[in-house]
């Protein structure tokens, strides 16, 4: 992996002349945010630093297993922080505090932005960006040998976490050679690898299963060859699911074969969000959710539109 050694130092030399670090996870916190937050969190605590790790919303129940998981907020004051790290967000409003604490975009202090998203402008004043890294934890491992940290285990299992959800667990096509020798060697630190499987994994609620079921069940193939699925906002109520409860579920969606991509849309508070996924790799459905605003990979991406689903219902009339 080619990082940018000189952004790593500087980011190195801005941790250490810091005592006051906050650490930013992306709303809708996922594996790879979460565990990206707490490597880093469980290594500067044991700098002596003092640091928060921050998320809009709260975190879901399957990562209680991390350490220091209960340490994370969803309320802070900026500018009781000299610096800030900002880990797996593809861009500034992914933390979703860029209206309620606009000052921590204004670059009046350090920022340091270390994520994989190509849609990551660089919106901090130290970036580091690896866009063929297949999890942001990832790129903190290599920061990590860069700047001769050491990686206990909470901090192994941390990154493995990150790893493990961006790969789909080594099922996604950005698993490489690179990766699995990251893998072997976190687990050689120790990483908890059982707990991750058993947590993240092989874990899955009532109302999950249910809210799947009726994924599962709106699944049909539109005369241009995409796999469509829609969800509306009675599904959530009425399963009791939450909208992070999706997690996974469109890689089912994505599994019909001869397909060109998948299209999940699930409406929300008065916004429809489009999940897009495609096995091909003649497809960037990164391009098409652009259209709609939005961003992403290659393989994985997403957008989000307001309005709300309407059910349209087609007649025609065959020979008989
Ligand atoms: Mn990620």
């Known amino acids: 992996m080619d990082l940018n050694r000189n952004e790593v130092i500087k980011a190195g030399k801005a941790i250490n002349s810091a005592e006051k670090i906050l650490l930013i996870s992306h709303k809708s916190p996922d594996g790879d945010t979460i565990g990206s937050n707490l490597a880093l969190y469980d290594y500067l605590l044991s700098l002596g630093k003092e640091v928060t790790p921050v998320c809009t919303d709260?975190?879901?129940?399957?990562?209680?297993?991390?350490?220091?998981?209960?340490?994370?907020?969803?309320?802070?004051?900026?500018?009781?922080?000299?610096?800030?790290?900002?880990?797996?967000?593809?861009?500034?409003?992914?933390?979703?505090?860029h209206e309620t604490q606009p000052e921590l975009f204004d670059?009046?202090?350090?920022?340091?932005?270390?994520?994989?998203?190509?849609s990551n402008d660089g919106f901090g004043t130290i970036n580091i960006i690896q866009t063929n890294a297949c999890s942001t934890t990832r790129i903190i491992y290599e920061m990590f040998k860069i700047l001769k940290w050491s990686i206990n285990r909470n901090i192994a299992t941390a990154l493995l976490t990150g790893i493990f959800t961006d790969t789909g667990s080594f099922m996604h096509s950005n698993t490489k050679s690179s990766t699995l020798r990251t893998a072997g060697d976190l687990l050689s630190?120790?990483?908890?690898?059982?707990?991750?499987?058993?947590?993240?994994?092989?874990?899955?609620?009532?109302?999950?299963?249910?809210?799947?079921?009726?994924?599962?069940?709106?699944?049909?193939?539109?005369?241009?060859?995409?796999?469509?699925?829609?969800?509306?906002?009675?599904?959530?109520?009425?399963?009791?699911?939450?909208?992070?409860e999706l997690t996974g579920v469109i890689d089912y969606v994505n599994s019909v074969p001869n397909s060109d991509?998948?299209?999940?849309?699930?409406?929300?508070?008065?916004?429809?969000?489009?999940?897009?996924?495609?096995?091909?790799?003649?497809?960037?459905?990164?391009?098409?959710?652009?259209?709609?605003?939005?961003?992403?990979?290659?393989?994985?991406?997403?957008?989000?539109?307001?309005?709300?689903?309407?059910?349209?219902?087609?007649?025609?009339?065959?020979?008989?």
């Not at 009046?108 to 270390?114: D, F, H, L, Q, T």
Request: charged share 25%; glycine share 8%.
């Open 107 to 118: 670059k009046s202090r350090p920022v340091i932005n270390i994520d994989h998203h190509p």
């Open 189 to 244: 630190k120790g990483a908890d690898l059982r707990s991750i499987r058993k947590y993240l994994f092989k874990t899955t609620p009532l109302s999950t299963l249910q809210l799947w079921g009726r994924v599962l069940k709106n699944i049909h193939i539109n005369e241009n060859g995409v796999t469509m699925t829609v969800l509306n906002q009675n599904d959530f109520e009425e399963t009791k699911a939450d909208y992070s």
């Open 58 to 97: 709260l975190i879901p129940e399957p990562f209680y297993f991390l350490e220091h998981v209960k340490a994370y907020q969803n309320e802070f004051t900026s500018n009781d922080y000299e610096l800030v790290i900002i880990v797996d967000c593809g861009a500034h409003y992914m933390t979703n505090f």
């Open 261 to 320: 991509f998948s299209v999940m849309l699930t409406e929300r508070d008065g916004t429809v969000k489009g999940s897009l996924r495609t096995l091909k790799n003649d497809i960037d459905v990164a391009e098409i959710a652009n259209e709609f605003g939005g961003g992403g990979h290659k393989k994985a991406a997403g957008f989000t539109v307001p309005g709300r689903l309407e059910k349209e219902i087609r007649w025609r009339v065959v020979e008989g």
